[in-house]
């Protein structure tokens, strides 16, 4: 079965520490993976994406996501986290195939400390 | 570029009432999609259209709503008879066809008393 797992519901870290979030897929084609961010009150916002070539993709807000297919994850990382990235983080798969609804995990909260 | 466009922002409304929730797609974009998010359920996809056609509905929670895209610029998610579990956010998204991310609207908050 088709699914995506975000093992973390709540993550609280202070600011200008490193944030890691993780996701993990079950998807039976070649993926293509996303990041959303949510804020409060607010619609979902791409953050960054992968379809293929190089394993480490770059996004807006400074975060970046690593592919690892041997592991079924893509792993959202920010090296200096700042207040302003408290939100709800969505991690979500698709195809380019016929299929075009993604499937989504069920978010990360993210709290930020200062 | 004006991103997706929905309306109302908030909607508050008596159990029994009919609800009209109002999308505008981006531009260009052909198919669109119709979620509701709630705490206990997270993000679910209720339908998507495909060039204005319904392509899959399996979400639809049940025969008291339905929605339509009479053309390209605009979609409507219906609620009839509206009841309080019911009450989300409605959001709207919108993605090109040779595209495969998805952008969204702000959302459509619904609380039905």
């Known amino acids: 079965a088709q699914s995506v797992t975000q093992p973390d519901i709540h993550i609280t870290v202070s600011e200008g520490a490193s944030l890691e979030l993780r996701c993990n897929y079950s998807y039976g084609a070649t993926p293509y993976l996303f990041w959303y961010v949510q804020s409060p009150g607010q619609g979902l916002q791409l953050l960054l994406k992968?379809?293929?070539?190089d394993t480490l993709v770059q996004g807006i807000k400074g975060f970046e996501a690593e592919f690892k297919r041997s592991q079924s994850s893509f792993n959202l990382r920010k090296p200096s986290v700042h207040w302003s990235d408290a939100a709800e983080y969505f991690c979500?798969?698709?195809?380019?195939?016929?299929?075009?609804?993604?499937?989504w995990g069920l978010g990360t909260s993210l709290a930020v400390n200062p | 570029d004006a991103g997706v466009i929905q309306s109302p922002r908030h909607e508050v409304t008596e159990m029994g009432q009919e609800v009209t929730l109002r999308c505008k797609p981006i531009?260009?974009?052909?198919?669109l999609f119709w979620y509701r998010q709630t705490m206990m359920r997270g993000l679910e996809l209720l339908i998507y259209?495909?060039?204005?056609?319904?392509?899959?509905d399996s979400g639809m929670p049940e025969d008291r709503f339905s929605a339509k895209m009479p053309n390209a610029s605009f979609s409507t998610l219906k609620i009839q008879p509206s009841e309080p579990r019911d009450s989300a956010v409605y959001f709207c998204a919108s993605r090109a066809s040779l595209r495969a991310e998805q952008f969204f609207g702000p959302g459509t908050r619904l609380t039905v008393l």
């Open positions: 531009s260009g974009h052909d198919y």
């Open positions: 992968y379809f293929s070539g």
């Open positions: 259209f495909n060039n204005n056609v319904p392509i899959d």
């Open positions: 979500a798969v698709g195809n380019a195939g016929n299929n075009r609804k993604l499937i």
